[in-house]
């Protein structure tokens, strides 16, 4: 059965780094999603992204942060300048229209 | 502003014990319904979804969940916990913008299984 991956699994950078976390959605899904979940709270949106570009991104997706499709098949998180109140789990998710979104194993960011 | 609530953050059942977590939500018109799983550590598992239809929705692992339009609740119900369903619990709701819905979420309800 189709998945969606991310790597890494766990990222470990010093405040202040950029960082990139990957995911490769589900090969023919056209929408992506990008969610991160702080330890011990609920699972936020960030960002959603169709036809190659942002269609709706939240109050936390400020200028630090950026996405982007660089092929046919990556899907990518960048954080520009990380702080320590970015340590998060970060979820990718894919989906069609009309259907549920799938969601990565997530990537363990921690910023020290 | 759309949200989502679940009442209950942590709930304790014995095994063989029926279950039934409770999610409502605030919104102006019916809305995507989900519930996923989520076991330490792990990713999120898609357990049902309520897109349209009937309301009774069957997901994996035995769960089900009625949607009521009346009470804007889509509660997730088990009739035999097994101690593997100890995990947390997150009601998810998709407030469709047009072809794209994201995804907001419950606080989630941990769900503790004795033996």
């Known amino acids: 059965e189709p998945e969606v991956t991310q790597t890494p699994s766990h990222q470990v950078t010093q405040m202040g780094q950029e960082v990139i976390l990957r995911c490769v959605p589900i090969?023919?899904?056209?929408?992506f999603y990008w969610y991160r979940q702080i330890l011990g709270q609920k699972v936020e949106f960030l960002v959603s992204?169709?036809?190659?570009?942002?269609?709706?991104k939240s109050e936390i997706f400020d200028d630090q942060f950026s996405v982007e499709r660089p092929d046919g098949s990556n899907f990518t998180l960048k954080i520009r300048s990380t702080k320590l109140e970015d340590s998060a789990m970060y979820f990718c998710?894919?989906?069609?229209?009309?259907?549920?979104?799938?969601f990565g194993p997530g990537t363990r960011l921690t910023v020290t | 502003a759309q949200s989502v609530t679940q009442p209950d953050i942590h709930i304790t059942v014995s095994e063989g014990a029926s279950l039934e977590l409770r999610c409502n939500y605030s919104?102006?018109?019916?809305?995507?319904l989900f519930w996923y799983v989520q076991s330490p550590g792990q990713g999120l598992q898609l357990l049902l979804k309520?897109?349209?239809?009937?309301?009774l929705v069957q997901g994996i692992k035995g769960f089900e969940a009625e949607f009521k339009r009346s009470q804007s609740s889509f509660n997730l119900r088990k009739p035999s916990v097994h101690w593997s369903d100890a995990a947390e619990y997150f009601c998810?709701?998709?407030?469709?913008?047009?072809?794209?819905?994201?995804?907001?979420f419950g606080k989630g309800t941990l769900l503790t299984v004795n033996p």
């Open positions: 998710a894919s989906r069609n229209p009309g259907y549920e979104q799938y």
């Open positions: 090969s023919n899904h056209l929408y």
């Open positions: 992204f169709y036809n190659n570009e942002i269609s709706e």
């Open positions: 919104y102006g018109a019916t809305p995507y």
């Open positions: 309520y897109f349209s239809g009937d309301t």
């Open positions: 998810a709701v998709g407030f469709s913008g047009g072809s794209n819905y994201k995804l907001t």
